[in-house]
């Protein structure tokens, strides 16, 4: 009988496998890969970042999609990276779908986030259809005096998404993973100021006398994680950093995230090395030091300064994190969709920015008249949305959870949700899966507020409350995942005496 259940144990390790079975002491596999596509814009479109006309007349440096897919076996994930200033929730949908269809990611399980760069290609505020039935003068406003997509660029844009992910999955092998946040505050700088008039401005002006201090916080993580195959080959980094992309080096550009994509590259000996890019919650927070001592550096000094020095952060986190693999790197996603109303101007509001529109910019004055604009323009576009789909969306990589919102949100609001999620490591992405402009915290839309980003536009206009409901939706769906594991270093051997060279007193002679 002994011989018997002996025979049968050995028959079945040796055998079975052959027969397809599973062997339960294998771990799952771990897997990513990584792709970019050129989505640089040409010379002559238009270039977004501002709320009138401005053209691209010349090239600095590329613009991509860089994104990367992750797999543990049990489900695939996708993180999704634009140079662009931001991405419409309509060419989210479409382009989720058609990864969908394309290699079966599910939808919900891709991120698309936009880095900011005001020097990217050409996309419009609005979304298809919203201004539809306005009156031709609002029509005007739109098409002549306002940033508008361009279809063909849209048509690229789109397609290159899809490929990028598709290649990526494609390219999948087995990896190692590491998380970690380093640390940089030399370059980020909140851009609001509390004034002795009680208010808050936006970009006070460097020796303004009448300022206080800042009016809020900048956040100095660095989220990084790195991914190695088996043979220790680093295959591609994912970077979350909290900072406007507006060093504009000049022409078309990444903006910062090139230099800090080449600054990586140099770093690594590896000039082709992925690297994926999800933007911080930074709707206040700039390259600019109101409270600055020294004049501003050049642009493209800027652009270096601020992209190399990230860069560097994430090449010292890369150096000190430890890799997992397997089992111990599980992947989740949580998502929720719903809709917030929008604020809007009073009649007499609209009626007086008609009257200034009709003067002109000369006459009214040119930032009052283009304030004006705004708001015939949100005025027209309430008439056929007068409430915004958004998204919060929760990704889990092992230990780490990206959580989005299609802002440009306040940097406390990301602050508060890293202090209550449960993850070790919290990488908070504005500007994805859509774009509703800024969103403030209730303290700066209170009577201490105020500021360029409380101005109500068609593109800044949500009710008060929704930020909070972003960050709490967002710890919500956070916490509702289980982190992975961090890989940390062996214990130290027992004790058993000190260095036998240096446990003696002070020699004298």
Not at 274 to 291: E, K, S, Y
Not at 344 to 351: D, H
Request: proline content about 7%; aromatic content about 8%.
């Amino acid at each position: 009988m002994v011989k018997f259940h002996i025979s049968v144990l050995l028959w079945s390790m040796l055998v079975l496998p052959a027969f397809g079975e599973v062997n339960l002491q294998q771990p799952p596999v771990f897997k990513a890969g990584f792709a970019e596509r050129d989505i640089t814009p040409d010379i002559g479109m238009e270039q977004p970042g501002n709320y009138g006309k401005s053209y691209h007349r010349s090239f600095h440096d590329q613009c991509k999609v860089r994104a990367v897919v992750f797999d543990d076996g049990k489900k695939r994930v996708a993180l999704v990276g634009l140079d662009l200033l931001f991405v419409t929730r309509s060419i989210v949908q479409e382009t989720r779908a058609e990864i969908q269809k394309r290699c079966g990611i599910s939808a919900d399980a891709i991120m698309i986030g936009a880095s900011h760069s005001h020097s990217s290609g050409p996309i419009g505020m609005g979304e298809p259809g919203d201004y539809d039935k306005a009156s031709p003068l609002v029509k005007d406003l739109v098409n002549k005096e306002s940033i508008v997509s361009d279809p063909g660029f849209i048509q690229y844009l789109k397609k290159q998404i899809v490929e990028a992910v598709v290649f990526a999955d494609a390219g999948r092998v087995d990896a190692k993973l590491a998380v970690g946040t380093g640390h940089e505050d030399k370059v980020s700088f909140n851009r609001r100021q509390r004034m002795k008039n009680g208010l808050t401005y936006s970009h006070a002006g460097v020796g303004n006398p009448d300022i206080i201090d800042y009016a809020g916080p900048v956040d100095p993580d660095v989220g990084t994680i790195g991914v190695w195959d088996l043979k220790n080959n680093l295959l591609g980094v994912v970077v979350n950093f909290a900072n406007h992309n507006t060093t504009n080096p000049g022409g078309i550009s990444a903006n910062w995230v090139g230099a800090m994509e080449a600054t990586l590259r140099r770093a690594t000996g590896n000039a082709a090395l992925p690297v994926v890019f999800m933007q911080g919650a930074c709707g206040d927070i700039t390259q600019v030091d109101n409270l600055a001592k020294y004049a501003n550096p050049s642009s493209e000094e800027w652009w270096e300064m601020v992209g190399g020095r990230i860069g560097a952060e994430v090449y010292k986190t890369l150096l000190l994190i430890r890799r997992g693999a397997g089992q111990d790197i599980p992947l989740d996603t949580r998502q929720k969709v719903w809709t917030i109303k929008r604020r809007v101007p009073s009649p007499a509001k609209v009626k007086r920015a008609l009257e200034l529109v009709k003067q002109g910019p000369e006459k009214a004055g040119s930032v009052e008249w283009t304030f004006a604009k705004e708001t015939l323009m949100l005025d027209a576009m309430l008439k056929v949305r007068s409430a915004a789909e958004v998204e919060v969306q929760a990704v889990q990589v092992g230990p780490a959870v990206f959580v989005s919102n299609p802002a440009e949100y306040f940097v406390q609001y990301a602050l508060d949700i890293k202090k209550a999620s449960k993850f070790p490591f919290t990488f908070v992405v504005e500007l994805a899966n859509g774009c509703v402009g800024y969103v403030p915290t209730e303290e700066a839309m209170g009577p201490n507020g105020g500021g360029y980003e409380t101005r109500l536009t068609s593109y800044s206009n949500l009710e008060v409350s929704a930020g909070r409901q972003f960050a709490n939706t967002g710890i919500q769906l956070a916490n509702e995942m289980s982190p992975g594991i961090v890989p940390a270093p062996p214990p130290p051997p027992p004790f058993k005496g000190p260095w036998t060279y240096g446990n003696l007193p002070p020699e004298l002679d």
